[in-house]
């Protein structure tokens, strides 16, 4: 049984700063690709930022700058930095991860159980 634990989600002052973390547990062979998305109530999740398994890393428009996600392979977890953090940067944070259970296996997705973080202005 994998699982994604999220933690690190709270409350800031705008312009302040946290890091997210995402940390895979279970039985599994390899994880690929990790992501971090957010979803405010009654709007779609919108990805903020990936990570593929040799790090590189793609951003959605509105954090370019100020988050930066990264990953830890050998303790299986993926951070994601926020800095000048903005009110509208609050949301319900989800990890997600691309993971192939054993070899030869095709990978499923896995979605950790959200955070909350909450920027006041």
């Known amino acids: 049984q994998v699982q994604l634990v999220e933690s690190g989600g709270g409350l800031v002052q705008a312009g302040g700063s946290l890091r997210l973390s995402c940390a895979a547990s279970?039985?599994?062979?390899?994880?690929?690709?990790m992501t971090w998305s957010r979803q405010t109530p009654g709007n779609q999740r919108e990805l903020v930022a990936s990570?593929?398994?040799?790090?590189?890393?793609n951003y959605a428009d509105s954090v370019k700058g100020r988050f930066t996600i990264s990953r830890d392979n050998a303790k299986n977890t993926v951070f994601l930095q926020m800095t000048s953090l903005k009110h509208e940067d609050t949301a319900i944070y989800y990890c997600?991860?691309?993971?192939?259970?054993?070899?030869?296996?095709?990978?499923?997705?896995?979605w950790g159980q959200g955070t909350q973080v909450t920027v006041s202005s």
């Open positions: 997600n991860a691309k993971i192939r259970p054993r070899p030869l296996y095709p990978y499923s997705t896995y």
């Open positions: 279970g039985t599994f062979f390899i994880i690929n690709d």
């Open positions: 990570i593929t398994v040799g790090g590189n890393a």
